[in-house]
T-cell receptor, first 110, second 116 residues
Framework: GEDVEQSLFLSVREGDSSVINCTYTDSSSTYLYWYKQEPGAGLQLLTYIFSNMDMKQDQRLTVLLNKKDKHLSLRIADTQTGDSAIYFC??????????FGTGTQLKVEL | DAGVIQSPRHEVTEMGQEVTLRCKPISGHNSLFWYRQTMMRGLELLIYFNNNVPIDDSGMPEDRFSAKMPNASFSTLKIQPSEPRDSAVYFCASLIPLAGGADTQYFGPGTRLTVL
């Protein structure tokens, strides 16, 4: 995951927006993904974006992709305590492989 | 479909013992991935199979680790002999298609392995 970088921690208040950022070095990925991992569970796909798109919105989630800067972000509107989890930025690697970032631990405080 | 099933969910063993982790992938999907997750190293791909054939095992740490997929419904990851540094959560994942040509990996709940 060294070519997909994320900050390790983010703390927000319930009801605020959360923005999780990611930078990557390999621009050849066709798709970029955000996965969520809740405590004691496996990773689950949250959303994804095709590399020729700039933005994708899905209910409370907004994904922004800046291909020039190789920057991906995930915005969660009206963050709830149930959003507390680790969020992984992921890009397609070679073949069917995925390259995972280090993960950002989101903590939502009351 | 019950999703990806892994067993056991928790395993505690002593150094030197053989450990076998099991995975039942989502039926009808041809690619299966084994990952290891630790605090220090994050999520690491160990090996993946396509149509029951190992495609890339470059992530397997050493000869103590082996993986098999004898049929489309079952895979094992074996560690023999186990060492304390193998303690981690091991995930199995199935590759499934999404709309628009993308694929995603659907993860199992993981096996938490502790080697004493």
């Amino acid at each position: 995951g060294e070519d997909v970088e994320q900050s390790l921690f983010l703390s927000v208040r319930e009801g605020d927006s959360s923005v999780i950022n990611c930078t990557y070095t390999d621009s050849s990925s066709t798709y970029l993904y955000w996965y969520k991992q809740e405590p004691g569970a496996g990773l689950q796909l949250l959303t994804y974006i095709f590399s020729n798109m700039d933005m994708k919105q899905d209910q409370r989630l907004t994904v922004l992709l800046n291909k020039k800067d190789k920057h991906l972000s995930l915005r969660i509107a009206d963050t709830q305590t149930g959003d507390s989890a680790i969020y992984f930025c992921v890009r397609t690697g070679g073949g069917n492989k995925l390259t995972f970032g280090t993960g950002t631990q989101l903590k939502v405080e009351l | 479909d019950a999703g990806v099933i892994q067993s056991p969910r928790h395993e505690v063993t002593e150094m030197g013992q053989e450990v076998t982790l099991r995975c039942k992938p989502i039926s009808g999907h041809n690619s299966l991935f084994w990952y290891r997750q630790t605090m220090m190293r994050g999520l690491e791909l160990l090996i993946y199979f396509n149509n029951n054939v190992p495609i890339d095992d470059s992530g397997m740490p050493e000869d103590r680790f082996s993986a098999k997929m004898p049929n489309a419904s079952f895979s094992t990851l074996k560690i023999q002999p186990s060492e304390p540094r193998d303690s981690a959560v091991y995930f199995c994942a199935s590759l499934i298609p999404l709309a628009g040509g993308a694929d995603t990996q659907y993860f199992g709940p993981g096996t938490r392995l502790t080697v004493l």
